[in-house]
């Protein structure tokens, strides 16, 4: 379960400076509240439709809601949040269609889900869902507390479909 702490708006200058650099157009918020979401449709607690409310659910695909998704979730829930990105993309290249999940995350490389869905330490290469990495270059500052994150972040794009 998420913590009350998780609720963390991401800045509009950075979703902007993100999709003029990689010409990333938002159709899908995965994990936001009516009032912070950075795309026309999203997930959350707060949908008025109940089969929306639960972006993790196994019966709810990314996919048929949107082709280009942003998730900036739940921090205390990192690996959950993965596992599912992992699922979505597999399903939809499975079901031949295009998804793009863009992840903002905390810059953890020593953490099991960074080394279990991003960095294969065995292999010495990207998991082969990660697209492209943009280690973020400041402390974001995220709503409502307004005050420099106390980690650097790192913005990973995943892709089903090629």
Known sequence: MAKASDIRHTPVGVIEELCARYGWV?????????????APDYFGPDHFDLA????????LHWYQHGSCVWLNM?????PRWLDKVGRELRRAK???KPLTVVCLVPSSTSTHWWHD??????????????????????RINFAPH???????????????VR
């Open 26 to 38: 938002f159709d899908l918020d995965a994990a936001a509240l009516e009032s912070n979401r950075v």
């Open 94 to 96: 499975r079901e031949q």
């Open 146 to 160: 307004f005050t420099g994150a106390k980690w650097p972040s790192v913005v990973v794009e995943f892709k089903a």
């Open 74 to 78: 739940p921090y205390s829930e990192i």
């Open 117 to 138: 869905h991003i960095w294969n330490r065995h292999t010495g290469m990207w998991h082969p869902s990660v697209y492209h990495i943009d280690f973020w270059p400041k």
């Open 52 to 59: 929306r409310r639960d972006a993790l659910a196994p019966a």
